[in-house]
């Protein structure tokens, strides 16, 4: 019965993805007989065809209308993120340009960080993750005295902090030893070291050079990454109705982060679309393009936008192997079209420019035909009816 499922399959104009979709919903229930199959796999398919796009569609012009009529209705606020206590995210309006300026870096970059095995389900493991990721500073590690008379800077390390940060290392010393090392190959000082106290100066006696080594002391990261300022843990229900630790980042460094023992790769994500694409590709960038355009647009209650109209957006914008912005130094400012270029922004340097070098206009597009007064070549305005003298009766 199975070969003659996948024949009724095969024999309808589904894409291959939407065909093995059907077979497997075909053979997932039981007594499905071949007459069936047929009333099936043709409902699919009448449903796909009608949903295509008409040939001569103006597809551009109706996605920005569809995106930009309820970015209107957009606020112009950030928000809590996740409901996860004084984490603020980039939300509404600000976000959307955001992506569609395709920033290098977001106003406010995050991770989701998604765990495995052992660390998704004891608290103790995910904190592993958590000191791995988030950046420890001097600060965090103890109190930091000077002394002028003696031009020295004390540091009084907290022993409970440094066995919690550092959970894998028994011998709290061995661990103000590492700092020690760390702090004389970052300042290029002498530290002396008792037990978890560490004293170092400058070379020569100055005021100045002791502050100068107390501020740079304060820059220095011990553990985790310099880019991630804090990390937020969390205990979620999955889709599947179990429970597991996520962490929430505020700030994000996505190849360093997939790199860390315990982190899932396969779930982990972050807002950056340009670290998404150094990262993953830029597959995996115009997929994060989408998700991200559709999750501002949700949470603003603009889910109801077709996900058609931002994947067309997010196609434009990584067709050619990089992420293009939409705008004057993006694909709107590098368009073919003199005119369609001149009718987003700096209009008389492209007229002139274009006057300069000699550039002809073909009038293909929507935007220099409206301007000069001719009827658009998309939909019925492609059509030409001739009448021809038939040799009829």
């Keep these: 019965m199975t070969d003659a499922f996948e024949a009724i399959v095969e024999d309808t104009e589904l894409p291959r993805r939407l065909k093995d979709r059907v077979l497997e919903t075909i053979e997932g229930r039981d007594g499905v007989t071949e007459s069936q199959a047929e009333e099936i796999a043709a409902a699919v398919e009448a449903q796909y065809l009608d949903t295509r796009v008409d040939p001569l569609d103006p597809v551009g012009t109706v996605s920005a209308q569809s995106i930009g009529e309820p970015g209107t209705q957009m606020t112009m606020n950030t928000f809590h993120y996740a409901g996860v206590a004084e984490m603020d995210v980039t939300q509404g309006l600000p976000r959307l340009i955001e992506l569609v300026d395709a920033r290098k870096t977001p106003d406010t970059p995050v991770m989701n960080v998604f765990l495995e095995d052992e660390y998704a389900e004891e608290r103790e493991r995910a904190h592993e993750v958590v000191w791995k990721l988030e950046a420890t500073k001097i600060l965090a590690l103890g109190d930091i005295s000077t002394n002028v008379a003696d031009m020295v800077v004390r540091i009084d390390l907290n022993e409970d902090t440094l066995q919690e940060r550092w959970p894998r290392v028994d011998n709290t010393t061995e661990i103000a030893g590492e700092i020690a090392e760390t702090i004389e190959g970052s300042l290029g000082v002498k530290v002396t070291q ?198 009829g009766d």
Excluded: W
């Excluded at 100055?206 to 990261?221: A, K, P, T």
């Excluded at 603003?300 to 992420?323: C, K």
């Design 194 to 391: 008792e037990g978890t106290v560490l004293e170092f100066g400058p070379s020569e006696p100055s005021y100045r050079e002791l502050l100068q080594l107390v501020e740079q002391l304060r820059d220095i990261v011990f553990k985790g990454i310099e880019d991630v300022s804090r990390v937020v843990i969390r205990r979620e229900e999955m889709d599947d109705g179990h429970e597991e630790f996520v962490l929430y980042t505020e700030g994000s460094a996505f190849k360093k982060a997939l790199n860390i023992e315990g982190v899932d790769a396969s779930r982990t994500t972050c807002n950056n679309i340009h670290e998404v694409h150094k990262t993953l590709g830029i597959e995996a960038a115009r997929e994060a393009i989408i998700d991200e355009t559709m999750t501002t647009l949700e949470e603003q209650g603009l889910g109801d936008v077709n996900i058609r109209h931002l994947m067309l957006v997010a196609d434009i914008m990584t067709n050619d192997g990089t992420i293009e912005s939409i705008g004057r130094h993006g694909i709107s400012g590098n368009k073919d079209s003199v005119l369609a270029r001149a009718a987003f922004e700096v209009t008389v340097n492209h007229l002139l420019d274009a006057a300069i070098y000699g550039e002809a206009d073909d009038l293909d597009g929507v935007i220099e035909n409206v301007i000069v007064g001719k009827p658009v070549r998309l939909g019925t305005g492609d059509v030409n009816l001739r009448m021809g003298a038939g040799k």
